[in-house]
Structure formats: C-alpha cells, structure tokens
C-alpha cells in the first residue's frame, strides 16, 4: 500500500492559536494527548515531535496556514501567494540554479511554483539555508540528495494566487488534503 501525506489547509486562522489547533490535531491523529514538552526543534529550527511518531511541518502565509503529517516520511511543506511586485527574474537568478532560471524567465507565477517546490524541499530536509539553495535543481519531481531519494509535488488548493508544494522521502506516496475551516 503507498504511504500518504495528509494535509490540512487552515482557513482564516488566527495566528495566535494555529499551535495549539495543530497540537489537538496531532493528539486527535495520534489518539493520546500530547503537550508541549513533546516538541522539540533541530539546530535550524525545524520543529519534531521527540519520540517520532510522526512527521508534521507547517507553512503559513496571508489568510492560510498548510499542516503536513505523515506516519512514514519526514515532510517539508510550503504555501506563498503569487507576488507580483517583485523581480522574478532577478530574484530567480540569486537563488535558483541555471534550469531553473531559464524555466522562471520573469514569469511570477512559474517563480512562486518553484519558490514553494525550493521552500518545501529545504524544510523536509530540515537544514534551513545552510544546503545552498541553487545547487539543487527542484523542476523535477525526483531529488537525489545526500545519497536520499525525496519527491516533490505541487499541491492543487484551487486557490486563486497561491501555490503550495510538499516534500517526503522516496517516491512512494500519495498527498490526500483536508480543509480544516476558520
Ligand atoms: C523556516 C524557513 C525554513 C521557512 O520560512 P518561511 O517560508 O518564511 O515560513 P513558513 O510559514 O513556510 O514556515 C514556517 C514554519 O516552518 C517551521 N520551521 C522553522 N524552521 C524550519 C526548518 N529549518 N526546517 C523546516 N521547517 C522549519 C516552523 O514550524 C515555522 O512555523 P512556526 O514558527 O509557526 O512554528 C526559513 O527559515 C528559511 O530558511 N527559508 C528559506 C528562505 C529562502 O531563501 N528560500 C529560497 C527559496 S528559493
């Protein structure tokens, strides 16, 4: 059976409480109760929980905020809104490599796809900006880093300006997302 990446989209979340939301959601997931003693954080920040039972990440931006879970891989999880009062292209240039560049042109749509597709890739990894960002190539859906498989995919929201994408191990998963409300 493939393993699966479960995804929550919180909608009009307040900042404040999203935590706590996600520690009920984990507890609910992992049926027992779970505090704040059981998360911990690595030397770039990535929260875990301490006993590993499973694998979660956030992402928030604007009105939405993006919760990945797993049993079976470590995740990575990004959602932007498409900017359009940057400069894709020169942005593009400082922190992809040169397929990359040549994909983005000064598209901001194509940009944020990749940003996230960059963005969720690094935080699976869990290394921040230490892995030098334009080395790794993330146009396609394989990566090979590190000896590691990981796959990356885009996450179809169906919403308008945004784009999201998340990152596990191997390549023999499946997302399934969940819309959690206000
Ligand atoms: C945290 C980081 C990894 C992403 O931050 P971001 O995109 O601004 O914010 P997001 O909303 O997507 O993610 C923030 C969440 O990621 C988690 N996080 C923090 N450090 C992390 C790390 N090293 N790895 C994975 N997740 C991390 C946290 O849960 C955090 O939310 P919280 O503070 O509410 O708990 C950021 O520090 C970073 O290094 N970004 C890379 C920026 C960059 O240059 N990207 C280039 C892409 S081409």
């Not at 945004?162 to 206000?182: F, H, K, L, Q, T």
């Amino acid at each position: 059976m493939k393993s699966e990446i479960e995804i929550f989209l919180f909608q009009e979340f307040d900042k404040k409480n999203l935590h706590q939301r996600i520690q009920s959601l984990l507890s609910h997931l992992l049926q027992r109760s779970i505090s704040d003693g059981d998360f911990l954080k690595n030397s770039h920040g990535k929260p875990f929980l301490k006993d590993h039972s499973l694998y979660f990440n956030i992402s928030h931006t604007k009105n939405y905020a993006l919760l990945a879970v797993s049993k079976d891989t470590p995740v990575g999880i990004d959602i932007e809104s498409i900017r359009t009062d940057i400069d894709s292209a020169k942005l593009s240039q400082r922190f992809f490599c040169d397929t990359e560049n040549v994909w983005v042109g000064d598209n901001h749509e194509k940009f944020c796809v990749l940003w996230t597709r960059k963005e969720a890739f690094i935080k699976a990894v869990g290394r921040g900006l230490s892995m030098g960002l334009n080395n790794i190539d993330v146009l396609e859906p394989i990566v090979f880093y590190e000896n590691q498989k990981w796959k990356i995919d885009n996450i179809d929201l169906k919403l308008d300006g945004y784009r999201a994408a998340v990152c596990g191990v191997g390549g023999d998963w499946c997302i399934r997302i969940n819309s959690v409300g206000a």
